[in-house]
């Protein structure tokens, strides 16, 4: 709803990547507003885990996107969690 609240974002490797790839998390036309592609790192190893806490309020009910660019990659595994709250 219009109270929503994206508290953090985890992004999880479960397998490093390989090549130059990059991601964030956003919405159309803010693609990074909520994680830019300078909060993570998906070449890092496995089992690292990257955070950001946006604390922005969703404007209503935002379709969230997360743009992937490969950057030459053809290997590699993360898991997007986004936790969100409605304050009460």
């Known amino acids: 709803g219009a109270a929503d609240i ?23 036309g803010t ?3 909520y994680m830019a592609a300078t909060d993570l790192d998906l070449t890092a190893a496995a089992g690292t885990v990257f955070t950001v806490h ?17 950057g030459g990659a053809s290997a ?3 898991r997007f969690i986004v936790f969100y709250g409605t304050p009460a």
């Open 76 to 78: 590699g595994a993360a």
């Open 6 to 28: 994206i508290d953090h974002i985890d992004v999880i490797i479960d397998t490093a990547f390989d090549g130059t790839p990059s991601a964030s998390v956003g919405i159309t």
């Open 54 to 70: 946006p604390g922005l309020g969703a404007a209503g009910a935002e379709s969230l996107i997360i743009t992937y660019s490969a």
């Open 31 to 33: 693609a990074s507003k």
